[in-house]
């Protein structure tokens, strides 16, 4: 598309963005004036000393110096895309969010990541993918912050920083990268036993994708929808990739590493470049917002829980098309912030306390990644909205703001931000009631089954299917030092399966444990497998 040429206040200014800093035809220091010469900097005499007065040699390896910013605290390692989302209107019955309307055509960028690689790390390790969509609304910027698995390790925000510690490289060796191969992440996930189900699925063949553009992305918490009379659904949001499903085999993904670390990133670009643009269905699972929160006894607020299609089924509401390869990595790709609470009026939080502590942890953690408090003006993260808002100065402040009195309601500025009948467009909290009740560090007793949809899962598998997953076990497993934490998630995989925890035993040499757990029988749900693969016909 054209160039924006907007100022972060939305001032037309004529001026594209991006160009900046490579324009015209002349080599120019920083500050425009013309270069004769940029190979050798300024001596006393051909085999003299450096003067330090050559301002040419200092301003360009002192910005070279500064190039790095950290990389983000997870998720590192990722790629990106623009593209559009175009609604089919499905959505209108239960929220007022305008880029859901029938027709409504909305600019997005995708990134898509795995979550514990360094920035630097291969595409195909077995790992969770991050799916985050920035959708540029006219009410305001929408980021659906999600992951290819639809169940997370924890279900409390506080445990998020050890999770990560217990995935990411051992302190003293550093070493692997992928997640699953070593001691801390096996010891944690048979301790913290909630992580038993999103583990399953980094084991089954979900955990190694064959492209970006052949997986599904959850946004895993339940949302709550509000429509244009403030009545309000709790809803999960899906991806559903119109190539189907695919994934590599454990051997292929291991090649691929050594072979062509950059398989996904590759696979993105050349894909779009070559006009084959992926497409995904965007669905929700719609609920009754009860005040208990759950649906068919699963409590919704618990991001460790799905709700099996077969209950609820997926219904489309628009379809996103990735068409655009960014121009530069680092000012799109690397820069991009997104956060769980960019919400457009329509679209709700609800209490789940892991999408809670993400409400707080991904402003504070860009404050240091993007370097102050103003990276909401860095050109891939400005709205398309007019932005007016009361944020002053600071660090790599670009806007120019007019008006003297950064305050609400002032005598000064003139104008009114809050016309009447604005409430119709603005953002407004939906009223829940909070229950009276004493505070308390705990969590409700809905969250302690940690077993059941995992044995729901391993039964919905193929046999094939169910063969990765044993192979997978016992290859990671088989990573660890410490026998007793390999005896302890086969504790955890006997309270899932017999035959599941009979094979990997068997695989690792140690004795076959028995569940402490009652093996109630789950209904076993073929269908469950084929979800996502293949995209109904029309
Ligand atoms: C980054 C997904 C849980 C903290 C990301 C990214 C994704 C993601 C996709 C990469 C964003 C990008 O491409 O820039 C999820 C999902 C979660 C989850 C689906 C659970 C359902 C959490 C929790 C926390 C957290 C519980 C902290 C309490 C972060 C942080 C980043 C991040 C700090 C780096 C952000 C940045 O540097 O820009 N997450 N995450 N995440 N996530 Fe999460």
New binding site residues.
């Given amino acids: 598309g054209a160039p924006d040429t907007r100022t972060p206040t939305g001032a037309e200014t004529g001026v594209p963005k991006i160009a900046k800093g490579q324009q015209g035809a002349y080599l120019t220091t920083a500050n425009g004036a013309r270069l004769r010469d940029t190979d050798h900097s300024l001596k006393a005499g051909p085999r003299g000393p450096v003067l330090l007065q050559d301002h040419h040699l200092r301003e360009k390896i002192t910005h070279f110096d500064h190039e790095r910013i950290p990389e983000?605290?997870?998720?590192a390692r990722?790629a990106?895309a623009h593209g559009t989302f175009v609604a089919n209107g499905a959505a209108e019955k239960v929220t007022r969010a305008g880029f859901l309307k029938q027709g409504r055509e909305t600019p997005v960028f995708v990134?898509?990541?795995t979550?514990l690689g360094s920035r630097g790390s291969a595409d195909t390790v077995r790992d969770t993918r991050?799916?985050?969509t920035k959708f540029y609304t006219d009410e305001g910027t929408f980021d659906l912050?999600?992951?290819n698995m639809p169940v997370?390790f924890?279900q409390d925000?506080i445990k998020?920083?050890d999770v990560i510690h217990a995935g990411k490289p051992h302190p003293d060796r550093e070493i692997p990268q992928a997640q699953s191969a070593h001691d801390t992440f096996w010891d944690f996930v048979s301790l913290h036993t909630e992580a038993q189900h999103h583990t399953i699925w980094n084991m089954s063949d979900r955990g190694i994708p064959r492209s970006y553009r052949t997986m599904e992305g959850?946004?895993?918490?339940t949302f709550r929808l509000v429509d244009e009379a403030g009545a309000t659904v709790l809803a999960k949001f899906h991806w559903k990739p119109k190539l189907g499903v695919h994934s590599l085999t454990w051997e292929e993904a291991q090649m691929i590493s050594g072979m062509d670390p950059d398989f996904h990133r590759r696979d993105l670009y050349d894909a779009i470049e070559a006009g084959a643009f992926p497409e995904w269905e965007l669905g929700i699972q719609v609920f009754p917002d009860t005040p208990e929160e759950t649906f068919a006894g699963i409590d919704l607020l618990d991001?460790t829980k799905i709700v099996p299609e077969e209950l609820a089924p997926v219904q489309a509401i628009g379809t996103l098309t990735l068409n655009k390869t960014p121009r530069n990595f680092f000012a799109e790709t690397e820069q991009?912030?997104?956060h769980v609470g960019h919400l457009p009026p329509g679209i709700d939080v609800t209490n789940d306390p892991?999408?809670q502590?993400?409400l707080?942890?991904?402003v504070?953690?860009?404050l240091t990644?993007l370097g102050g408090p103003n990276f909401t003006q860095i050109p891939i993260n400005r709205p398309h909205a007019d932005v007016n808002d009361m944020l002053r100065d600071g660090f790599h402040q670009h806007a120019v703001h007019a008006g003297v009195a950064p305050y609400r309601p002032n005598s000064l500025d003139g104008g009114n931000p809050f016309p009447a009948g604005d409430r119709e467009h603005a953002f407004v909290d939906t009223p829940v009631t909070v229950a009276e009740a004493p505070k308390v560090r705990a969590a409700p007793a809905s969250f302690d089954d940690h077993y059941s949809q995992v044995r729901l899962f391993w039964q919905s598998m193929s046999p094939v299917e169910k063969e990765h997953i044993i192979r997978a076990y016992t290859f990671e497993l088989g990573k660890c030092y410490h026998q007793a934490i390999k005896e302890r998630q086969l504790q955890c995989l006997a309270n899932v399966d017999p035959v599941l925890c009979e094979q990997v035993a068997t695989g690792l040499g140690l004795p076959v444990p028995q569940p402490t757990v009652p093996l109630a029988e789950v209904q076993p749900s073929p269908a469950l497998s084929q979800v996502g693969r293949e995209w109904p016909a029309d």
């Avoid at 983000?72 to 998720?75: E, I, K, L, T, Y």
């Avoid at 959850?218 to 918490?221: A, N, Q, S």
């Fill in positions: 983000r605290v997870v998720h990722g990106g990134r898509f990541s979550v991050g799916f985050a912050v999600g992951n997370f924890i925000a998020f920083p959850f946004g895993v918490h991001p991009v912030a997104f892991l999408m502590g993400r707080f942890s991904y504070d953690t860009q990644r």
